[in-house]
């Protein structure tokens, strides 16, 4: 059961898969070369190996829990976390002018793999502060930056996300949490949220959240909502933990997995808050930190499949049943595929990550207009392929895969919320095919491009392999101009399947990159994903066109199952 | 979180789909109509509905354990169990010689799908009996016979199966577990037996052990095995419990799911035991008690699918978000497809046990070798349908679906161990391309017609449907042949996608029946399945065929993530 971080896997993706090396190349992330993305990723690695893994079942059989209104939290979480601040790696990313390292989201959304792979419950803390350091940099005012991004950045205080309430889940623009103007420059917020990750922490010296809420003239809808720093301890002069907030923990949820992770009910009681961004505006921000947050789910189902696969791969080389079970074809197909899938995934989401880092250092267009396409992408494959692929995990494990002190299942369990949080992966669907699509096309058609350019260059060495892909470009080329015909509500009938068949050729053309540059190793694991894996998006985009009209004509008593009508 | 049983859709089956009308024109099932249909379902749907649901969250929430040395079952196991055997559901199927009612295999399974959606935990251990009965039936002694059946058919006692050992799973041969001949007739047992569903209970006076053991002159692997009957009582002269054997529960497994069924490791030390069936020939008794329950279990996987779902399809009723969810066309296109493949995974399963009583009824070997055909198609389609339906309940409820208290993760945990136990799904993958192959592929052949009558059959009226099945079949056709060409390291590489491709197949034929004899319904139910279930048997086939080429060529290596090589 011990996790090593595929740390050189990472590494030949940045090198030879997406375009790290133009990152590298700019001005503002000059010394992110690759000496530097080395020394990191072993860094993190060992980390990840040595310090989180330990504690993956801890989190699982100790859960977090309330005792008299005050968290405690899993055995060993708090000198993991602790390890996690010292090494500075909460602000990886964040900006050093308030104590961040600068460096590349590329890098911090590997090292986030790495750490979700080790220990899921207690990296979901870090991963909610570092979209709330996002959010702060980009919306907030000097004062609340010099106020809070130091203390966020060391990771002397964490910070939450506080989106959903009763009523108000996907429907964001529902809720019912109110905010009043204190007259101070001020707010008081009242109301209760549901489904906050961390949202009391013993691991740290103070809890951030941050809210959404509606001043009593903000319209309906989401555009009337406004975003609150509120902080559990409510900082002194000099910027320390002073008096409680009007804030507590009524409970915390029962889960099927992350049980080291407080998914917390939160009640604010006319709670002291300071707005970040303008007042109506807060959905921006919150989408500063959602967008970060989507991306850095997808690692997470990459990082918990890795986790899965290797205990997996160890179990079948071990496991004899007529020779050991990793000779049976059948387990071999399964443990090939999910190899296959889970380098896919993972240059699917480093690709979206390196898009958000040329962005930001060039401020091109067509790299945001990329980030902004393939981050759902990378945050529904990645968590279907990590729920998938430890599936694959328990089922080669066979009885054993059962048995909770295996571990298995555990990873099964904790993967599952990923597909759920930050946006089903149908709200990332339709993400993709309403809103990504909404420029007509253009940002598909790019990306669509360079994977059919790409196909064309490698056919010289691998026609079959590079013709299969470019085939499949070319009929998902169609497809979206057929889908760019269509209006929504039959697009969402079809996004799943259409978000599917991208990942799939997306996949397949990252396959194909990896063999150029790979050895041995990287062909044979290209030629199952794009035998076995790729051919399936025609099926996909089969049904991602079938429409809306077979969904309709059947009556909702069908659904439940009755025979008349 | 009310469960309704499916009582008209089954009957619907029964009636329209499945030839169970032939099992009611044959003398030994003639007091089994269409009358005895409806009053066995309906009954057996108020005992689901209104006894069994009721328990199924005590069985999460308080698991069997072990006291003293003794079990406890969940809360109010104890009144349900009773409530089975009352009602005389244990010998449904059985000899009316020693008690049963002697009614189809297919009225059984029936009723074993709405127990199993009701409460599998609790269900598994009838389930378990039954197989045992089938054993005893075809091959105990008749003293064996009058002493054990009248207590396990009466529900009076309980039965189990002992196969697995910690070095002997989907290899049984390896087992080590030894027989000894005690001179009397009896024999004993000593040896270490782990997985055994139900290995103690304290619902049932007697707990009787099928323990599968290796008598000294047996011969390795598995045609040196014997079956025992090995009680947890000795019975005495009268035939009551007496004596305490020389066995005990050492531990209970602490499982993912169906934390109401008590998994147990099994000692036993020099046990005494009676002989089923002859020396050295236990597989043959194991069999029969195997195949009855790779059926069952395939309707457990289907009983649990129909309970996500119908909860599914409620908060998706009731939950609103702009709107009913139900109305959003991807929700509806999950709970749609989630609907057709249940129509389909069940039908399946009914049309197995439909030729398992035809066999009995008419002695015909066609029958039996479609029903032996279509086995580990029902087993391991009808788990796998309820894994993807359970896993489509949770993603309906959004964060709420990972929180336990509303019991759609329960059904995923719970469902989750149909692909495993008795044969993993590979296994039954194997089992169909292997051994049910091995007539020359004449049982799929006899299938495959039918299904390609049944489709020209429907051209008439429905011509778009029925030339999808049509096509899909013959296609099946052809790739059954090339699979018939190849080795069996091939075939097993490719098994598990060919009995997916078969389900889909044999899926459209049932949606096809059951249109010819249904309203707008069952149209709008057929659309859906052969519109974006059915098409997926292309790629299914596409995998069955590509060999094991590039499996062999993946180093183990680089299945655990090396990149070189």
Request: charged residues 25%; neutral net charge; aromatic residues 8%.
């Given at each position: 059961m011990s996790y090593k971080a595929p740390v050189e896997q990472i590494e030949f993706i940045l090198r030879h898969v997406v375009p790290y090396g133009e990152i590298a190349a700019t001005e503002r992330f000059s010394e992110a070369g690759f000496d530097t993305v080395s020394a990191i990723l072993t860094e993190a690695g060992k980390l990840a190996g040595n310090v989180l893994a330990p504690l993956n079942?801890?989190?699982?059989?100790?859960?977090?829990?309330?005792?008299n209104g005050k968290l405690r939290s899993s055995p060993g979480f708090d000198e993991g976390f602790r390890a996690i601040a010292e090494g500075g790696w909460v602000g990886l990313a964040a900006d050093p002018e308030h104590g961040g390292m600068g460096l590349p989201q590329a890098l911090n959304m590997a090292v986030a793999e790495m750490m979700a792979g080790a220990c899921l419950s207690l990296q979901l803390n870090p991963l909610l502060t570092q979209g709330q350091i996002e959010a702060l940099e980009h919306h907030a005012s000097d004062d609340l930056k010099a106020l809070y991004l130091p203390k966020l950045i060391s990771g002397e205080w964490s910070g939450t996300m506080n989106l959903t309430e009763p009523g108000a889940g996907s429907d964001v623009g529902a809720l019912t949490t109110k905010a009043e103007r204190n007259g101070d420059g001020s707010y008081s917020i009242t109301g209760q949220k549901i489904f906050i990750t961390w949202g009391d922490s013993d691991v740290t010296g103070n809890v951030c959240h941050a809210v959404l809420a509606r001043l009593p003239d903000g319209a309906k809808g989401t555009r009337g909502i406004s975003l609150f720093m509120v902080p559990k301890l409510i900082p002194d002069e000099n910027g320390n933990p002073g008096v409680a907030n009007s804030l507590k923990v009524v409970s915390l949820e029962e889960k099927t997995g992350i049980h080291g992770s407080p998914t917390c009910v939160m009640s604010y009681e006319g709670a002291t808050g300071w707005l970040i961004g303008e007042e109506h505006k807060g959905m921006a921000a919150m989408f500063t930190m959602m967008n970060c947050a989507r991306l850095?789910?997808?690692?997470?189902?990459?990082?918990?499949?890795?986790?899965?696969?290797?205990?997996?791969?160890?179990?079948?080389?071990?496991?004899?049943?007529?020779?050991?079970?990793?000779?049976?074809?059948?387990?071999?197909?399964m443990l090939a595929t999910a190899r296959a899938e889970i380098f896919a995934a993972r240059a699917i989401a480093l690709a979206c990550a390196t898009a958000i880092d040329l962005e930001r250092a060039t401020g091109d267009a067509d790299h945001a207009a990329r980030a902004a396409f393939l981050t759902p992408i990378a945050k529904a494959y990645g968590t279907d392929t990590g729920w998938r692929v430890a599936d694959t995990a328990v089922q080669v494990h066979g009885g054993m895969g059962y048995i909770e002190e295996t571990g298995a299942a555990q990873y099964l369990r904790d993967v599952r919320i990923t597909q759920i949080y930050e946006g089903t992966n149908g709200i990332q669907a339709m993400d993709l095919v309403g809103r990504k699509l909404s420029d007509g096309g253009e940002a598909a058609a790019r990306l669509l491009d360079e994977i059919l350019d790409g196909a064309k260059s490698a056919q010289g060495d691998h026609p079959e392999l590079a013709n299969?892909?470019?085939?499949?470009?070319?009929?998902?080329?169609?497809?979206?101009?057929?889908?760019?015909?269509?209006?929504?509500?039959?697009?969402?009938?079809?996004?799943?399947?259409?978000?599917?068949?991208?990942?799939?050729?997306?996949?397949?053309?990252?396959?194909?990159?990896?063999?150029?540059?790979?050895?041995?190793?990287?062909?044979?694991?290209?030629?199952?994903?794009i035998r076995r894996v790729l051919p399936r998006f025609g099926t996909d985009l089969e049904e991602a066109l079938a429409g809306l009209e077979d969904l309709t004509a059947i009556r909702d008593e069908t659904l439940a199952g009755e025979m008349a009508g």
């Open positions: 079942r801890n989190g699982d059989e100790t859960p977090a829990r309330l005792e850095g789910v997808g690692m997470q189902g990459i990082g918990v499949g890795e986790a899965a696969l290797q205990q997996a791969v160890t179990y079948a080389q071990e496991r004899i049943q007529m020779g050991p079970i990793i000779r049976h074809p059948d387990v071999r197909r299969e892909v470019w085939q499949a470009a070319e009929t998902l080329r169609e497809a979206t101009q057929t889908m760019l015909e269509r209006d929504l509500p039959e697009r969402f009938a079809g996004a799943v399947p259409y978000l599917s068949a991208f990942a799939r050729v997306l996949g397949g053309y990252y396959h194909l990159l990896a063999v150029r540059a790979g050895g041995e190793a990287q062909l044979a694991l290209a030629r199952v994903f």
